[in-house]
């Protein structure tokens, strides 16, 4: 793992799994770390943890919805000045509600588009307009594997993780010119309350080294992840097995 760059950041989705971990990555390598999630009182656990350890505060709990779009411009402007600057942000707030083979949900696929996508742009466009103008910064998108290919298991949960990676390439698009850096991670199975009661999943490992293997690729501006690396090549041959080949086989 390298050293982790970074002097302050925003994680969002901070209060559990992936989003937790990496938010104490952070704090431990002495960055001012901004936790954003609905649960103010997991956040501030959190918050209380990672600064009993620090003579200074080092993180810093701001609760929030990111359904509440029109709360992001106030809040990020907040932050920013709260840390004294911006040098990261990581994405990581999702949901992926259980979805039945003969389902559709109106309710569940709106709110996994606020949750996985609006929020999202809201949060990443006001990173895009900073980093731009100050010419350096990391914005860290996580995506899935799940937006490879459509699957029959999740409709909108993939296609909202595609959504996720066909924005970020353009966000990438247009700030890796100002020397930005935009990183899109794909994790397979995560040990998390996401995949909690999910049965047996295949290649399943540990927030943490989902984690440790985000931020090694973010520090290193690595533009596409896949965690853990196996995901590359298996991802690569799923998407090429032809669509009615793909139908067939109902994976
Ligand atoms: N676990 C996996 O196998 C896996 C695989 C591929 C990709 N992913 C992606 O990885 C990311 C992290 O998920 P995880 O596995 O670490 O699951 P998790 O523990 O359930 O974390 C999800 C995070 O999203 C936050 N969140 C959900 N709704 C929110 C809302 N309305 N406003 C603000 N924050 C909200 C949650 O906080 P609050 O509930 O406190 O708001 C929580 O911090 C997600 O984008 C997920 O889609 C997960």
């Not at 760059?5 to 104490?24: F, L, T």
């Not at 996720?164 to 990183?183: I, W």
Request: with cysteine; glycine share 8%; charged share 20%.
């Amino acid at each position: 793992m390298p050293t982790l760059p970074w002097k302050r950041a925003i994680v969002v989705g901070a209060s559990s799994g992936m989003g937790e971990v990496i938010a104490r990555r952070l704090a431990a390598s002495g960055c001012k770390t901004a936790l954003i999630a609905r649960r103010e009182s997991e956040l501030n656990a959190l918050r209380d943890a990672l600064n009993a350890e620090n003579e200074a505060p080092i993180a810093f709990a701001y609760p929030h919805d990111v359904a509440h779009t029109h709360e992001v411009n106030a809040l990020f402007a907040r932050i920013t000045q709260d840390l004294g600057g911006l040098d990261l942000i990581v994405y990581a707030s999702g949901v992926m509600p259980p979805v039945g083979p003969q389902e559709y949900d109106i309710e569940k696929d709106a709110l996994m588009i606020e949750v996985n996508v609006t929020g999202a742009v809201a949060w990443l466009n006001e990173a895009a307009a900073r980093f731009g103008k100050a010419k350096s910064g990391t914005i860290v998108g996580i995506s899935s594997v799940a937006g490879d290919r459509g699957r029959t298991t999740g409709p909108v949960y993939g296609a909202s993780k595609a959504f996720l990676n066909t924005y970020l390439e353009a966000l990438r698009n247009r700030v890796a010119r100002h020397g930005v850096k935009v990183v899109t991670v794909k994790p397979g199975p995560v040990k998390t309350p996401m995949t909690q009661g999910l049965g047996k999943l295949p290649f399943i490992i540990s927030a943490d080294e989902a984690a440790d293997t985000i931020l090694a690729a973010a520090a290193l501006g690595v533009h596409t992840v896949y965690v853990p690396q196996k995901w590359r090549t298996i991802m690569a041959v799923i998407r090429a097995i032809p669509s009615p080949i793909f139908r067939y086989l109902n994976i």
